[in-house]
C-alpha cells in the first residue's frame, strides 16, 4: 500500500506543535502494517537543507506564480516529496509566520500549493511512484479534493482533523489566485459563511475524515468545539473516525533519555528532579514539582495556572513553564517567575523539555480544548503525574484517579472540569494529597508508565482504514 502524506509541517524537519510530531511519526509507524509513505512538504529551507539523494521529478512552469520544480529525496530517515518553489517557500521565519511574527499574506496561496501538488502527484505520479491514498493534514491540505475534481482523476483521499480552530478562510475575492472553480463556491463545495475555507472543501470532499482522539470526534460535531463547522461535521458524521495520536516512543524513552538516568527505580525520578531544581535554581523543597511545556495561547489554559499560583506555592509547590505564544501571557509568566518557586523560561527548546518533563512530579495540561495533545503521554511515559482538562484527547488518554480507579489500581493521573480555575485548584489539592501518601504516588507512577501511548494501535486503525478505501485486504 503506497500512501501520499500532505502537510505543512513534519518532525524534525519544521515543527510549530503536535501536527509535525505526527506527521513525522506516521511513516515510521505504518511500515510494520505493510504501508509505504512519502510526505509531500512546502520546500521551506530547513527541508531543502535537510534532504539527500535529491532528484528532480517534475517541473511545473506556473506553480501560483512561479517555477517550481518537484525534488524526491530522504531526510530524519523519511522519503520526502518537497515542492521547490522559492517564490513560495524560500522564506526566513517559521512555516506560516515571517521573522515578524506576522502570517504571510500569501499563505491561502502557498497552501493550494501544497494541496494542488498533492493533487497532481496522487493523479499523475511523481516519477514512477503512484500513491493508490491521498492522506491530507489540516486545511493546508484543504483544497486537495478541489484540485483533484478539476484533474479528472479521483483517488481515495483522506483528511485528518488535528485542530478545527484553524480553518484556512480567506476572502472570497481569492477564487482567481487560488484557482478554484467559481462555480464551486456554495455550500457543498469550498464556500463557507461567505468566505472560502479550505478546511471546509476537504472536509467536504474527502472520503474518510479522522480526528486525533475519539472524544474530540464527539465534540467537534457539538456548537461548543465545532469552531462554526459543527453542521458540516454532523453531516459527514458516518465518515469520521477518531483515531488517537501516539507518541514517538524512541524520542520519548526514559530508559535511553539522558534526562532521566535509571528510570525504572524511584530513585531515578528523585535525581531526575534534584537535577531540574539545581538547573533551575529552585530550592531543593519536598513539594510538587509541576511542569509546564506548551505554546502559550488561550486554548491551552495557562491564565488558569497564573490565577491559582498563590495556592500552589501556599501549599508548597513549585513550578517549572516552557513556551512562547501570546505576548500577553509571556510577560504575565515572567512576572510569575520571579518567585523564588517558580522558574519560566519563554521560548522553544527540546532538550529543555525532556529535562522539565523527566524532572517534574506532575505536568499541567489545563487545555480549554485539545485535540489529542502529546505533553500528557510524555508524562506518562517518564512518570511525571499529568494533571489535565477533561476534554479531547486529555479525556482519553488519562484514567482520572477517583476512588474507584485508585482502588483497582489503574488510575494514571488526575482529571478536572469545568476548566476553571478553582477547579483546577481542587485538582491540584487532589493530587497533593496523593503526592503525600508515598504508597499511592508509586502505585500511580507505576501505572502511568505501564499505560501504551505508541503508535502501535493506532497505526493499525490508519492501514485499516486505507484499506477499506482501496478495497485491498
Ligand atoms: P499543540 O499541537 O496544540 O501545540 P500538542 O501537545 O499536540 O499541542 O503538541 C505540542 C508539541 O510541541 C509537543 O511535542 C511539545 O513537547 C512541543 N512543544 C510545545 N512547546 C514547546 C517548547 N516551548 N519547547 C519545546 N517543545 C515544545
Not at 314 to 330: H, I, K, M, R, T
Request: aromatic share 8%; with cysteine; hydrophobic share 40%.
Amino acid at each position: 500500500m503506497q500512501v501520499l502524506s500532505v502537510a505543512s509541517e513534519c518532525a524534525p524537519l519544521v515543527k510549530t506543535g503536535g501536527l509535525a510530531d505526527v506527521v513525522g511519526a506516521l511513516p515510521g509507524a505504518l511500515a510494520g502494517q505493510g504501508v509505504r509513505m512519502r510526505v509531500l512538504l512546502p520546500g521551506y529551507p530547513a527541508v531543502m537543507g535537510a534532504l539527500s539523494d535529491a532528484q528532480r521529478v517534475g517541473w511545473f512552469d506556473d506553480l501560483f506564480g512561479g517555477g517550481a520544480r518537484l525534488v524526491q529525496g530522504r531526510a530524519a530517515g523519511l522519503d520526502i516529496l518537497a515542492i521547490d518553489a522559492p517564490h513560495l517557500f524560500a522564506r526566513p521565519g517559521g512555516p506560516y509566520i515571517d521573522p515578524n511574527g506576522r502570517d504571510w499574506p500569501d499563505n491561502p496561496e502557498r497552501f493550494a500549493a501544497l494541496s494542488w501538488m498533492g493533487a497532481h502527484v496522487t493523479v499523475h505520479g511523481a516519477g514512477d511512484w503512484h500513491p493508490q491514498v491521498l492522506h491530507g493534514h489540516d486545511w493546508q491540505a484543504g483544497l486537495v479534493t478541489e484540485y483533484m475534481r478539476q484533474m479528472g482523476g479521483h483517488r481515495p483521499t483522506v483528511l485528518t482533523i488535528h485542530n478545527i480552530a484553524f480553518n484556512g478562510s480567506t476572502d472570497p475575492g481569492r477564487v482567481q489566485s487560488l484557482r478554484l472553480d467559481p462555480w464551486r463556491f456554495h455550500t457543498e463545495g469550498y464556500e463557507f459563511w461567505g468566505s472560502i475555507s479550505a478546511l471546509k472543501a476537504g472536509l467536504m470532499g474527502a472520503d474518510a475524515l479522522t480526528t486525533v482522539s475519539p472524544s474530540y470526534a464527539e465534540e467537534l460535531m457539538t456548537p461548543q468545539f465545532g469552531m462554526g463547522l459543527e453542521g458540516v461535521m454532523q453531516h459527514r458524521r458516518h465518515v469520521l473516525h477518531g483515531i488517537l495520536n501516539g507518541i514517538d516512543d524512541s524520542a520519548w524513552n526514559p530508559a535511553t533519555d539522558p534526562a532521566i538516568a535509571r528510570y525504572d527505580s524511584p530513585e531515578g525520578k528523585v535525581a531526575a528532579k534534584a537535577a531540574l531544581q539545581a538547573e533551575l535554581g529552585l530550592p531543593q523543597a519536598e513539594g510538587p514539582l509541576y511542569v509546564i511545556v506548551s505554546r502559550m495561547t488561550h486554548q491551552k489554559g495557562l491564565d488558569l495556572v497564573l490565577q491559582i499560583l498563590p495556592d500552589i506555592l501556599d501549599q508548597g509547590g513549585q513550578l517549572a513553564v516552557l513556551g512562547s505564544g501570546d505576548p500577553g501571557l509571556e510577560h504575565a509568566f515572567r512576572q510569575a517567575g520571579e518567585d523564588p518557586n517558580v522558574s519560566v523560561r519563554i521560548g522553544y527548546d527540546e532538550p529543555f523539555s525532556h529535562r522539565l518533563i523527566a524532572g517534574g512530579d506532575a505536568i499541567l495540561v489545563p487545555s480549554r480544548f485539545e485535540p489529542c495533545g502529546l505533553t500528557q503521554m510524555y508524562g506518562l511515559r517518564y512518570g511525571t503525574i499529568p494533571v489535565v482538562a477533561l476534554t479531547g484527547g486529555l479525556a482519553d488518554t488519562v484514567i482520572n484517579a477517583s476512588p474507584a480507579a485508585l482502588a483497582q489500581a489503574v488510575a494514571t493521573g488526575v482529571q478536572f472540569s469545568p476548566v476553571t480555575a478553582d477547579a483546577l485548584c481542587n485538582a491540584l489539592s487532589r493530587l497533593g494529597a496523593l503526592y503525600r501518601d508515598r504508597d499511592s504516588w508509586s502505585q500511580l507512577q507505576r501505572n502511568a508508565m505501564a499505560q501504551p501511548v505508541g503508535w502501535s494501535h493506532s497505526a493499525r486503525a490508519y492501514a485499516d482504514l486505507y484499506r477499506s478505501l482501496t478495497g485491498a485486504e
